[in-house]
């Protein structure tokens, strides 16, 4: 039987943006046993610059993430590094969720002793530094680096190569011959167009969390694994009406 699993872009997404995050990831990367399907954010933009548009985030994927378990999905893969959502959406769901955030860090973990976090500016560092704490890795991140440029979440970074990606190349440079990293993890899903070109640049692994944290899912699905409830404890009492009165 065919699984579903529902990826949430807390971003509205028109015909060319969603073209540009579906290639995330690539058909040959999506077993034949399983349905991807993307959503975008209905109502709202964000950058998550700032800690209310994080707050603002959190509902955007709450809300989608309920609703795919409704449509019934099998998994939901949170599709921002913000992790936004995934503790609140483990409490509500019984399905799989995953973030990219906490799968790269922890994979990052795996290939090496210590990890760098490439990222576009530096209004998404205290993301980073909030998520690392949660998850007790922050003693092994050994640097954020970014490149003082605003994100396009829209566009991404098509058009941008020639600037971007050797502004990418440079931070990471210095991420591993300064810093001492081991391994490369892009701070945000929206930068997957330069992973390629990073990977054959850079003397080190280079995670792209939105593959990684899709992977993961399909790896959860077949093996029969979701979160634990004697962690992430179901409410006791639902409130999604109060909280989304449109959904």
Known sequence: MTKRIKVIYPV???????????????AQFIDARFDVEFVGSKR?????NSYYDMFIMEGIIVEAGMKAEEEGFDAVCINTVSDSGLSALRSRLSIPVIGPGQASFHIASMLGQKFSILTMWQPWVPIYTKTLNEYGLTSRCVSIRHIDTRPDVQELLEGKEEIVFEKLETEGVKATEQDGADVIILGSTTMHQSHRYLDEKLSVPVINPGLVAY???EMFLELGLTHSKRCYFDPETLQDASIFPES
Request: charged share 20%; hydrophobic share 40%.
């Open 12 to 26: 509205p997404m028109n015909e060319n943006t969603r073209e540009a995050i579906e290639t995330q990831i690539p």
């Open 215 to 217: 992977k993961l899912c």
């Open 44 to 48: 709202l933009m964000t950058l998550a």
